[in-house]
């Protein structure tokens, strides 16, 4: 029997077996930003330890970064004390920081496949739960807590349980309009927000082999969502092809020699699963949430559950969630006013996540009353779609054009909903005040029906506005 | 390092904390993430549920007088789901909260509780409920957790709990965090890195 990617990488990585059965896995690649790391800082401080290894570790900030104040000091202390934190502990340590100057920060899993620190083959770790982007690469890349960011800087590994495999084929061809996005969005409903927990999921199937790496960030960036630690897809031509000529690559003879290797670590065609799931890519549609978790979600055409036709403890989640959407169980989710549009986070703030919605806004302009913004994953990204002018085309159809950072995602700088505003919005959670106000609703939908919504101002089918339909029916 | 106490039992009151899904923006919202330390954390555990917007208390099990001092929360399944944010154990932890007894755990929190050595036990369905109606009719009794029997005990009756036992021995052998075990064997740090293509 074959072996999967996950545990090649893992055999690799194994320091020994722990007294408790665990194992002490080596990280190859530690990334840190401003919200989990302070702490491990000074606790490394207090027990007189260093960085093992600082040339594996780098940093950006992300999380708490103002995007649309780009001058220091914030107007936040709390910010500014954050970001001064960082800067202090990377000096000291020798850590490689993308800070706000260099022209390379952003969000922390745009900007490891952005430099090429991101490899197949690789272990990465970071203080946030969607370090699993990283699996697009063919890396297994966990999110941690900080006291592991901790053992991390300290030993560059972390005591870890081995993990199931559960290896999901999308098979057939997406339907237009339907996006990388609603392909998660569809697993993780029909696999549940916990159904993925022991389990690393391994992407597969025609579909994934036809995505760009991008889009294969965005559905392994939600693994997470679904309760799995990590994702990731195979390493194929596509992945050495993004990698190529970017800073933290090899070059030069190193180039071939690494892609002999990364090529090494794809799963065997014979490796033995814990468990398989196929999905037909035709069924999928464009996916919304309804409720306060990201398994609650429908097509754009269904009517909302009724109580009845749930079970037991879903029952009472959806009966919750009813009650803080102000949604009412059988309607359908099309023609929910939104107040907000969000197109940006760790899931869709890519290129080609701006470069597919301003192709739809453009000659368009969002609904008077409603706040729209976009903001680019990294600076990197926005100088990209800047000289591309699609700045402009946003700006012309009513969206804040804003600087890089998690933003809205998560609210934990200035950019948040106010009172049970609702959010039309590219990010992976729809959680009770995530989005920055207690009472504030989030429907998490792909960038282009975020765009769809923004110019109608209710949740609709992107496909009828922007004359998808035509296509299928072509 | 100093070594770690050997948590076998934990003994104290209870508060129920019902629903499935409790995400960890639920237990600890980001807002309150901006900090350097996590000191003072623990008053701002569950605060959009304990709270309204001008700081007025909610009905809300912890807010309640007489499970005020309890140690050990009740909780339904997939507890912990979402962050892999560590400000959530920590606020519980400093809330006071010592052992959680819940259906399922997201595996990150279970993790980074487990490493506060505040152990996450799961129980069924029927225990939960038992184990609910005997703390909202007796607020005032202890339950006693013990990780060698792997029981939970509420009067005169005991009833099975679950642990990974992973965490189990952590928790008995005072090796919770794994910290200096980590630390203990630099020389198979370096082999492993050594061999990597990449490192």
């Known amino acids: ?474 | 390092m100093a070594a770690l106490e050997k948590i076998t039992k934990v003994t104290g009151r209870a508060v129920p904390v019902p629903g499935d899904d409790v995400d960890t923006d639920r237990i600890i919202p980001a807002r309150f993430m901006k900090c350097v330390t996590f000191d003072g954390l623990g008053e701002f555990a569950f605060y959009d549920v304990r709270y309204d917007g001008e700081g007025k208390k909610k009905p809300h099990p912890l807010n309640e007088k007489r499970f005020e001092g309890a140690t050990i929360m009740l909780v339904g399944s997939n507890f912990g789901c979402g962050s892999s944010r560590e400000h959530a154990p920590q606020s519980l932890h400093k809330f006071g909260v010592r052992a959680i007894i819940g259906l399922s755990y997201a595996e990150i929190f279970f993790g980074n509780a487990t490493t506060l050595g505040m152990p996450c036990v799961s129980v069924d369905k029927d225990t939960l409920h038992t184990l609910t109606q005997i703390v909202e009719s007796h607020p005032d009794k202890a339950l006693t957790i013990d990780l060698e029997k792997m029981t939970v005990t509420a009067g005169e009756n005991s009833y099975p709990i679950k642990l990974a036992e992973t965490a189990r021995e952590g928790l008995l052998a005072g090796e919770w965090d794994p910290l200096a075990l980590l630390l203990n064997k630099p020389e198979d740090i370096e082999t492993v890195a050594d061999r990597l293509h990449y490192v």
Request: aromatic share 8%; charged share 20%.
């Open chain 1, 1 to 474: 029997m074959g072996k999967t990617l996950f545990h090649k990488v893992w055999e690799d990585h194994a320091v020994r077996k722990l007294p408790n059965g665990q194992t002490q896995l080596f990280i190859g690649t530690h990334l840190i930003h401003e919200v989990t790391s302070p702490q491990a800082f000074g606790m490394l401080r207090d027990l007189g330890l260093t960085v093992k290894y600082p040339s594996r570790t780098f940093a950006t900030v992300d999380h708490i970064v103002p995007t649309n104040e780009l001058v220091e000091p914030y107007s936040d202390p709390l910010a500014q004390a954050m970001i001064e934190a960082l800067r202090k502990n990377t000096k000291e340590f020798g850590i490689t920081f993308f800070d706000t100057n260099t022209g390379k920060q952003g969000i922390v899993h745009i900007v490891g496949p952005e430099q090429g620190i991101t490899q197949p083959g690789t272990t990465i770790a970071c203080g946030d739960s969607h370090t699993a982007t990283h699996g697009a690469f063919g890396a297994i890349a966990f999110g941690i807590g900080t006291s592991q960011v901790r053992d991390v800087l300290a030993t560059q590994t972390m005591a870890l349980s081995p993990m199931k495999v559960r290896r999901i084929n999308v098979d057939g061809k997406l339907l237009p309009g339907v996006y990388a996005k609603d392909v998660i969005l569809h697993i993780i409903r029909l696999l549940g927000v916990n159904g993925g927990l022991g389990y690393a999921y391994e992407y597969g199937g025609e579909v994934f082999d036809n995505f760009s790496m991008e889009e294969r960030m965005t559905v392994c960036n939600m693994s997470i969502e679904g309760g799995a630690r990590c994702g990731y897809v195979n390493p194929d031509e596509k992945t050495f092809e993004y990698l190529k000529g970017r800073p933290y690559c090899p070059n030069g003879a190193k180039w071939e020699d690494a892609v002999k290797k990364w090529k090494s670590y794809a799963s065997d065609k014979d490796a033995e699963y814990d468990d398989v799931v196929n999905i037909k890519a035709e069924d999928i549609k464009p996916t919304v949430t309804w409720g306060i978790n990201p398994g609650q979600a429908v097509f754009i055409d269904e009517n909302l559950p009724l109580l009845e036709e749930l079970e037991g403890s879903d029952r009472a989640t959806a009966a919750e969630a009813y009650e803080h959407m102000s949604l009412t169980p059988g309607q359908p989710i099309r023609g929910t006013k939104i107040d907000v549009a969000f197109v940006g986070s760790c899931t869709n703030g890519r290129m080609s996540d701006l470069e597919e919605t301003a192709k739809y806004l453009k000659g368009r302009h969002v609904a008077p009353g409603v706040t729209a913004i976009c903001v680019p994953g990294s600076q990197v990204v926005a100088q990209i779609a800047e000289a591309k002018g699609l700045d402009k085309i946003f700006r012309e159809a009513g969206f804040e054009w804003r600087g890089a950072g998690c933003s809205m995602c998560l609210a934990m700088n200035p950019d948040k909903l106010k009172g049970n505003q609702l959010s039309a919005s590219s990010s992976n959670r729809n959680f009770k005040g995530r989005q920055g106000s207690p009472t504030g609703r989030t429907i998490l939908m792909s960038p282009v029906m975020v765009a769809a919504a923004a110019i109608t101002g209710e949740v609709c089918d992107a496909r009828e506005v922007f004359g998808f339909a035509e296509t299928v029916s072509a």
